[in-house]
């Protein structure tokens, strides 16, 4: 039984419209553990290297926890949002500032989202000898898109957001937590909530020409 299916979209309009939701999250609507537990079995279906499956994922619903945890992401991103950024030269200039106001939203309202989620990967990337970054990773972000899929396809959104990592935030959230730090590395903070309206559209993207490269460079 889908317990929060409140939509009837096709897998490319899933892909297509699944934005990272900040000013349009609904952060007075409760989110029921079982629709996140659904989303998160299908996100678990996600391929990981030699199928270790080594991932625990935390979802946090406690006002005093959340709210440590924007504080500590705050310390990061209000820095970084208040930092001139180079041009790209391209379309891309256009949406810069309704994406940083965006982001300036979530930063002062982070604390206010029904439930944060900080997925998680057995070991430490940096301290992993002889796998790659890519490799390693490549262990849990796909399961955490999936998640978001899921999420979407729901009538829910979230936001990728990994600025909480930066400096000794990712420390201090496994210290809040009771996250092993020396044992599992943390993927991103992810606030959730039911969205606004569920009428997102596919992004202006630089065109896939653009982008593509046949047997070389």
């Known amino acids: 039984m889908t317990v929060g ?4 979209l ?19 609507r409760p989110v029921p553990r ?9 996100a678990l279906q996600a391929p990981t290297g030699s199928n270790s499956q080594g991932w625990q994922w935390i979802f946090v619903e406690d006002a005093e926890r959340k709210k440590a945890l924007a504080d500590i992401y705050r310390t990061n991103a209000t820095p970084y949002l208040d930092a001139p950024k180079p041009a790209f030269g ?16 979530l930063n002062e309202h982070l604390h206010e ?12 990337a940096d301290k992993a000898p002889g796998v790659s970054s890519a490799g390693f990773w490549g262990s849990l972000l796909p399961a955490v898109w999936s998640f978001m899929l899921a999420l979407r396809s729901r009538g829910l959104g979230s936001a990728w957001t ?13 210290d809040l937590l009771g996250i092993p730090f ?36």
């Not at 096709?10 to 349009?24: F, I, P």
């Not at 079982?34 to 299908?42: F, R």
Request: charged share 30%; net charge negative.
């Open 90 to 105: 391209d379309e891309r200039d256009l949406r810069r500032p309704q994406v940083v106001d965006s982001a300036r939203y």
């Open 162 to 174: 990994t600025l909480h990592l930066v400096g000794d935030g990712e420390k201090q959230a496994a």
């Open 182 to 217: 020396d044992q599992y590395s943390q993927g991103g903070l992810f606030p959730i909530g039911y969205t606004k309206g569920t009428d997102f559209r596919p992004a202006k993207r630089l065109p896939a020409e653009q982008l593509t490269h046949w047997n070389g460079w």
């Open 113 to 124: 989202v029904p439930v944060m989620l900080i997925p998680c990967l057995e070991g430490r």
């Open 5 to 8: 299916n409140a939509l009837n």
């Open 34 to 42: 079982e629709v996140l537990l659904e989303c998160l079995e299908l």
């Open 10 to 28: 096709s897998a490319d309009e899933v892909l297509s419209t699944t934005r990272s939701v900040r000013k349009r999250l609904d952060l007075e």
